[in-house]
Structures are given as C-alpha cells and as structure tokens.
C-alpha cells in the first residue's frame, strides 16, 4: 500500500520531444553557454502528474480520520482544526493543481546529473546585455515556487519599474530530495555538497562569474558556498543570516539569562530566539534526529503532512498567523501539493539530519562580499552588530519594512529590490 502512493519521479516528467524548448533557449545564449549546456547533459524537463495521483490525493484528503479539536482557545497545541479543516477541504474539491503546473511549464524548465543526481532547475535568462548570472535556493517548507513571482522583474527589470544594468539570469535548482530533483539514496547530501553541485550547475550552464541568493536552507547553501569559495562565486545575498555569536549560541542552549552587555537590538534577537527554541523549535529536533519516522507521515497522510508545513508557514510569514492573507490560499496549497505529488516529505526533512546543526549560529569567518536583508517577521532580526563579526566583507545591510521569513513568496515588489539594490555593488 506504501508503494501505491509514492509514484517514482518518472510519472510526473515528461521529456520534451526533439527539445525545443531547450533548442530556443539554446538560440538565445552566448554560444559558450550553449556548449555547455549540450555537453553538460542539460535535458528539458516539463512537469505532468497523472490526473488518477490527484485523484488519489483528493480522495484521501477527504477520507482524512480527524483529530479532536484541541481544548484550548489558541494555536498553544498547535494548528487548530477549525483553522486547517476547511482549508483542507477546499484542497479536495475546488483545488486546481493543473494551473500552478502550467505555470511551470510555461518556464524554461531542465534537469541535468550532478553527483549521480538528477537536478530539476528552472533556467531563465535575461534579454539585457551584462545580466548578472544569480542562483536563487529556496528552503523548507518552501520550493521553488516561492521565486515564480520575482522571475519577471529580476530577469526584465526594465518592464518592472527597474533599470536594464539590473536585469539578472536566473538558475533556480530544487534542492536534492526536494520537488522534482532526484532523493538522495545515500548519506552525504548536506548543504556543503549541495553548494559544490550549484557551482557545477552555474558552470556547466556557462556563468564562471555569478552570485547566490537564499533564505532558510538556501541561506545555508549560501553561505556554505561562500566558506568553500566555490569556482566562480562572487558574493552572496541572504535574508536568513547565520550570525548567532558563540558565546550567544552557548548561553540561549544552556538557557541562561540574555548578558546585560547586549544592546537593544541584540536583546531583541536574543529573546525572538529564546521563544522559538522554547515554543516552535520541536519540529527541527524531529527532523535533525528522526527524520524517517516523522517521514513515514509525512508522505502517508496528506493532511498529517499539510498540517506539519502549514504550522510553519503560519508562524514564519508576516501575517499574523493568517498566511492566507500574504500568500494566498492556493498559493500555499500549490507548494504543498508539490511536496504530496512527489512524495518528498521525508527525503526533503532528511537535509535537517544532513546538517544537523543551528542555522542561526555564525560558521566561520566569511570573506567573499555578503549582502543582508532583514524582514520584520523573520524568525529572529539579525543585528547588525552580530553580522558584521561573522561576515568580514559585509558590503550591503538592510532593514526592510514587511515580508517574514519566506521574503520572495510574500512580498516579491520588496525581494527585488532588496537584491537589485545590494548586487549593484558587484556589478
């Protein structure tokens, strides 16, 4: 029965034929990057699930054995059914994957092994002579549906109130175990890996000079990059920064008072962490150490599964706790369809095992340039003062006035400028 409901990766693509979408791609490339691209084994990739697995989702969706609704009058149990049931059942009736997949099929959209895996990506690049080649790594719970919405003004700027000298090339991967990227079936698969085969991608697609934008995991992947000083990586943009000093990290794990060295803005962090760990942090101690059998609901039960992402992207956008408000009913429902249609839950929960680290916390001394924005609802406001002591080439540093943790997916007006603004400095 297990097997009934993990489809392999191969139901859902389907090889475009003579690959034109590939060839008109290929026409408006230098000829370099083509090259590449064909040596590579850059393959088109377009996206169609069976109408009979969405029927199996919706069906099980409504055949969902409900929990008791909880005895409290907040989210202090977690997500109330009042809140998810009938966001739940419109997912089973009126629900339409097939628009969100016509949008991914209306992008350029390949697969190319790196590593033994088959990478999914979506490539679009700019018609403005000197884009900046940029890679954007979406995180958890998200994919790379959080960026569909900044495509446009990133790679045409000119038809979205910016400048020609902002236009970028984009490469956006799904992360290994994420989406349509292949699972991982051995061990090693960390954000440091992960970093090594995003620069193969971005040379093997032509760009021997680019940059790396991420929040959340992508943030990780992002900064690892920047450790390794990957081949042609020229600096990185993130709104999820790792600048927890040790001596902060030690003192919030041994659940000691904040020091009363700490500034106003450093007090402020220090207490947004000291709640999370204390109130929200259960699901990254199950998926750091036990991902395999949180995975086992995650890809068995669709509303088990909704309910485990949705917790978090309530909390993590700047809504209030109504992300339906920022985001959009369907918009959430997309992303977590995706992760049902490919029954990534558990490989996608499995890069917590991988790391098995803080995220917040400072790695190192960075030097390449790094460029921060801070979004009101992130999960902890990066001080300033904390950056500047991990990051020795901290170029670019911004406070923003709305978004949360999923900057891209809630305010994509906001993202692109933030990322215009900061990577004008490596121009």
């Not at 992008?107 to 979506?122: A, C, K, Q, V, Y």
């Not at 349509?180 to 021997?208: C, E, H, N, Q």
């Amino acid at each position: 029965m297990f097997e009934e409901y993990a489809p392999s990766r191969r139901d859902f693509v389907t090889r475009i034929g003579g690959g034109a979408a590939l060839l008109g791609m290929m026409a408006a490339m230098p000829d370099v990057a083509a090259a590449a691209m064909a040596q590579g084994g850059v393959r088109p990739f377009r996206v169609a699930v069976p109408e009979a697995e969405i029927a199996v989702m919706k069906r099980r969706i409504s055949e969902t054995r409900w929990a008791d609704p909880q005895p409290v009058s907040d989210e202090g149990q977690g997500v109330r059914r009042q809140t998810l049931q009938p966001l739940m059942q419109y997912w089973a009736g009126a629900y339409d994957w097939r628009k969100v997949e016509a949008r991914l099929n209306a992008l350029p959209m390949f697969s190319t092994e790196i590593d033994g895996l088959d990478i999914h990506f979506i490539h679009v690049r700019s018609r403005h002579e000197g884009a900046m080649p940029m890679i954007l790594t979406h995180g958890w719970p998200g994919s790379v549906l959080e960026f569909l919405n900044v495509i446009a003004p990133l790679t045409d700027p000119t038809a979205h109130g910016g400048r020609a000298e902002d236009a970028f090339h984009l490469v956006i991967p799904s992360i290994p175990g994420f989406g349509f990227s292949a699972k991982p079936t051995v061990p090693g698969w960390g954000s440091d890996r992960i970093g090594r085969a995003w620069s193969t991608l971005m040379l093997r697609l032509g760009y021997d000079r680019y940059v790396s934008q991420g929040g959340d995991c992508g943030s990780v992947i992002s900064q690892r990059m920047a450790l390794q000083k990957v081949p042609g990586l020229l600096g990185i943009h993130l709104n999820m920064p790792a600048v927890v000093p040790a001596d902060i990290a030690h003192t919030l794990a041994a659940g000691d008072p904040a020091p009363a060295s700490l500034s106003t803005k450093e007090r402020a962090a220090f207490d947004q962490l000291e709640a999370f760990y204390r109130d929200n942090a259960a699901y990254a101690a199950m998926m750091n150490t036990r991902p395999q059998t949180i995975g086992y609901s995650l890809v068995d039960s669709p509303v088990g599964m909704a309910a485990w992402m949705y917790e978090k992207i309530a909390q993590w956008t700047y809504s209030g706790g109504q992300p339906e408000r920022v985001l959009g009913r369907d918009a959430i429902l997309d992303d977590i369809s995706l992760y049902w249609l490919t029954a990534t839950g558990a490989s996608a929960a499995r890069i917590y095992w991988e790391d098995h680290s803080n995220n917040f916390n400072a790695r190192g001394t960075i030097d390449l340039p790094v460029a921060i924005s801070v979004f009101p609802g992130e999960i902890f406001r990066a001080p300033k003062s904390w950056a500047e002591r991990c990051y020795a080439n901290l170029f670019y540093f911004n406070e923003v006035s709305d978004g949360g943790h999923f900057a891209a997916w809630e305010q994509p007006a906001l993202f692109t400028q933030e990322v215009r603004t900061a990577f004008r400095h490596l121009r």
